[in-house]
């Protein structure tokens, strides 16, 4: 029996870049008719249970969604095992997954911006230091990247 899909969305705290990667994903897969379960954890305990940054709750408001619910966690081993596919926002996170990645986790581990043909290996930029127009750019990698990992889960599955 194939496994349901499923994909955890990474980042340090959990507040900005993977609550909105979480957000944009959910949103593709709708578009895409993709029946996925979604979540996003940080690999940092600093924010645990907090809500995302503010700058990252106005931005998800700007393009239609409510991410006021959502609440900071920590990427588990079990994570592993639960998730299909670990997709983190950039190269020390990624790093940190491939770590702490047990020997039987099942979850295919991947950079967001992997799955965008021509950003191959590029990072989703942390706006936390930054502007509201940090918080822009990084909504925009982060809606592209979740588009492509959507039309490539509906082809690949």
Known sequence: MKRRLSVLFVCMGNICRSPLAE????????????DVHVDSAGTGNWHVGDPPDRRARAMARQNGIDIDRYRARVVTER???????????????????SRMRPADGVAELSLLLD????????????????????????WRDVSEGAE??????KTCG
């Open 115 to 138: 799955h965008v043909a021509h950003r191959k290996g590029a990072a989703v930029v942390d706006p936390y230091y930054g502007t509201a127009e940090d918080f822009a750019i990084t």
């Open 148 to 153: 492509a990992l959507a039309l490539h889960l």
């Open 79 to 97: 994570d592993f095992h639960d998730f299909t596919h670990v997709i983190a926002m950039d190269h020390a996170n990624l790093e940190h997954l």
């Open 23 to 34: 957000a944009a994903f959910r949103q593709a897969a709708a578009r895409h008719g993709l």
